[in-house]
């Protein structure tokens, strides 16, 4: 069975999905969540799922990353994962870190990468009038949002949307996605999945 370590900032929807989805025949089980603030509402859904729950707080380590990184190292390693998925986790990661999780560590974005990396997608497609938007699951690598894809899921973006609606849009994709990806990773498939909606 593999062992799989959760990474959060907020409200953990994704991650809720993500251990509910690991259950029967499924090659994983959650070990441990991980929120960088005890105030991440996520703690409490994985306590209520019965996933044992860590804080490792980066505002301790505030312009020290390798510090903060330290930390969450110590207390990742001690679960002995096999994959590690972030979800929803707003800190960016420094090479060494990426590199120590290399080919173990997948991530949900929002948004149909390579387009709009970094913060505010649903914003940027919007101003930028596309058509489709979307959200992307992929290895983490050093380059931010940069990693091998393993799946995307598109929703149709539409001329009344605002950040909000379209990210309601995407987050029921993200929803679908990362558990379907993360169960195919699992059993060592890396091939890329595409999911459309109308
Ligand atoms: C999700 O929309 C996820 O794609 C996004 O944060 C949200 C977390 O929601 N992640 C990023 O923007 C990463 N850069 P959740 O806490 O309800 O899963």
Same mark, same amino acid.
């Given at each position: 069975?593999?062992?799989?370590?959760?990474?959060?900032?907020? %409200?953990?929807?994704?991650? *809720?999905?993500?251990?509910?989805?690991?259950? =029967? +025949?499924? $090659? !994983?089980?959650?070990?441990?969540? /991980?929120?960088?603030?005890?105030?991440?509402?996520?703690?409490?859904?994985?306590?209520?799922? %019965?996933?044992?729950?860590? *804080?490792?707080?980066?505002?301790?380590?505030? =312009? +020290?990353? $390798? !510090?903060?990184?330290?930390?969450? /190292?110590?207390?990742?390693?001690?679960?002995?994962?096999?994959?590690?998925?972030?979800?929803?986790?707003?800190?960016?990661?420094?090479?060494?870190?990426?590199?120590?999780?290399?080919?173990?560590?997948?991530?949900?974005?929002?948004?149909?990468?390579?387009?709009?990396?970094?913060?505010?997608?649903?914003?940027?497609?919007?101003?930028?009038?596309?058509?489709?938007?979307?959200?992307?699951?992929?290895?983490?690598?050093?380059?931010?949002?940069?990693?091998?894809?393993?799946?995307?899921?598109?929703?149709?973006?539409?001329?009344?949307?605002?950040?909000?609606?379209?990210?309601?849009?995407?987050?029921?994709?993200?929803?679908?996605?990362?558990?379907?990806?993360?169960?195919?990773?699992?059993?060592?498939?890396?091939?890329?999945?595409?999911?459309?909606?109308?």
């Amino acid at each position: 069975m593999k062992r799989v370590v959760i990474l959060i900032s907020g %409200g953990g929807s994704n991650m *809720v999905r993500l251990v509910e989805s690991m259950t =029967g +025949d499924h $090659p !994983a089980r959650p070990v441990l969540v /991980i929120a960088n603030s005890a105030g991440a509402g996520g703690l409490a859904r994985a306590a209520d799922l %019965g996933v044992p729950t860590a *804080v490792v707080d980066h505002r301790p380590h505030k =312009g +020290d990353r $390798p !510090a903060f990184e330290a930390e969450l /190292i110590r207390v990742i390693d001690a679960a002995a994962p096999d994959i590690l998925c972030l979800a929803g986790f707003m800190r960016v990661l420094t090479e060494g870190f990426t590199a120590r999780y290399a080919g173990r560590m997948l991530n949900i974005h929002p948004s149909l990468l390579p387009k709009y990396r970094g913060l505010d997608t649903h914003a940027r497609a919007i101003a930028a009038a596309d058509t489709e938007a979307g959200c992307t699951v992929h290895e983490v690598t050093a380059e931010l949002d940069g990693g091998p894809i393993l799946g995307q899921a598109r929703v149709p973006l539409r001329a009344d949307d605002t950040p909000a609606t379209l990210a309601a849009r995407v987050l029921e994709q993200e929803h679908r996605l990362y558990p379907m990806v993360l169960r195919r990773f699992a059993e060592g498939d890396r091939s890329r999945l595409d999911l459309t909606t109308a």
